[in-house]
């Protein structure tokens, strides 16, 4: 094994995971991906996927990716054995909230069995440190406003994809409960969006996008006609939902700041972080703010409220603050011209020849 | 493969398993058994878990049985090929509270990761029917009593092992909700005790038991000098705790009830049913049933409470008799004296020679 020490990142070729690995990069630490390429698009298989050659790109560095599944135990514990690995930063998930509930076996064998089979192979490998990609959708419909890390969890929370966050934050306590040499950061993401400044690398869903701002950039770029704004009725000033919406980069460097934390040498257990910059904006907001970022029209069409969906969501990143030294500094606008950026070079996404089926 | 079809029977070879396979078969239901003999004595390898052999002896039929671990899912898959799987009881699971805290992943492994492939091996092969083995522990601390179906769940399961009985429930309801051709059962049991009348199967912890009543048990058989009493001073009738306690065999027939409810046409998605007395009886009742039943004197101490304990849990058992014709029948005397009928005919549980090693 060679003496270097690196940070695993599962899932590294991900829309949050490549933008963590840049600012690890460029901060000094050595990184080691794997991702299985389910929402990640490689060239072909012998191929780093495009996203992690991008980072290569930015960077000027070189980040070691094997195309490997966390539910596959001997593959993991033999990456274990080849590097030297002094963290983890799992990223590695099935994302798609619509696609959960029409297939939940799916998710909770990737989502929980492998999380909890990386898990068993870092405490085998003894690997104790752990910072976990968790999401604000743990708390359900927020009981007050703004939420803080305390709010309850895993009440409400209607679809296999936000359950498997909740349950695997449940399982992460329980190992720290076991064993005090854990080590573990949970992030609760409120609504990453924008993009690398570099505009390099960015969000590249597959199909129809789940989440409203890669929408609305498809729609600016022409690929999509309207944006369905779901409800314009709901409790808050124009009538359409209010989220908490964060620059990628600062959530990035939220995960570098964990890392920081879990070498403190005080630190224990397992904490909660956070990540959002503590305002909300409405969808109507967002298009306009998209609007003026891209210099484009954007169409939209308000349609009946979706079964799910909350009026309104945001942050108390006062924690985060505090402990990580961390807070939001990219406003609306850096993160619709970063995103507008990203999507008018790429509007493809990574796969620059559509033709390709992906 | 045969034309018969069978019901598999995860976790066959252990308590509450072994005594449901008696009615089942009893009734005319082929059976087929898979354990991974964590928790079930066999003499070796190649033989039959004992608690299946005295199965056998009691109906006088023939118990197909295999060594198969639910995690494996190509082994699984090849069970299902070779019978013709009608329905699902799936007991299979690690039980105990304390060792759960102690190696969550194990837990979380086995319960969860298992439980989900063994959904998938029946999805994969159309096999939609299933009654799952819950448990009271999911209600967390009783917020009113008597516990209906509809008290809520997942709060305040503070062990691993509880919760992977709550995260199984979910995952189910989500399969339901996923593909509406599943049929499930969801039993939520209170305090199983007692044993067969035949005084041939009957509750075989190794170690020192957990539960209350295979502790008592062997201290009035003398393989223990005395009964630890956790809290005196609860707001009960005699300040210790109180149990909704149930003859196993009275939960058997629940399970037989489960079946019969899932050939109902008319029966669809997913259903939850209490299998308990609806009444409550006390460590300092227990006791004295016991002594009474064994004509033992059985020894105690009034200790600390413990960590987790409540005072007073009991069902509400009305949905099971009204939905599944089902009521427990046997009452505490009968569960006592049929324990003791096992204990002190099998004072070392299925290990006739207790020197071999557990």
Redesign the interface.
Known sequence: MEAKSYILVTGGAGFIGSHTIVELLNSGYSVVVIDNLVNAYAANEKQKPESIKRVEIITGKTVPCFNIDITDKKILNNLFQQFKIDCVIHFAALKAVGES?????QY??NN??GS??L??VM?ENNVKRLVFSSSATVYGTPQFLPITEDHPT??GCT??YG?SKY?TE??LK??C??DPEWQVILLRYFNPIGAHESGLIGEDPSGIPNNLLPYIAQVAVGKREKVNVFGADYDTPDGTGVRDYIHITDLAIGHLKAVLKLNDANFQGCEVYNLGTGRGYSVLEMIKAFSKASQKEIKYEICKRREGDVASSYADATKARKELDWIATRDINDMCFDAWRWQSANPSGYDQNPSIAR
């Not at 509930?101 to 076996?105: D, K, S």
């Open positions: 509930v029409q297939i939940p076996l909770y064998q929980i069995a909890n089979t898990f068993q405490q895993g009440q679809n296999p359950k349950f449940e399982i329980d190992v409960v076991s």
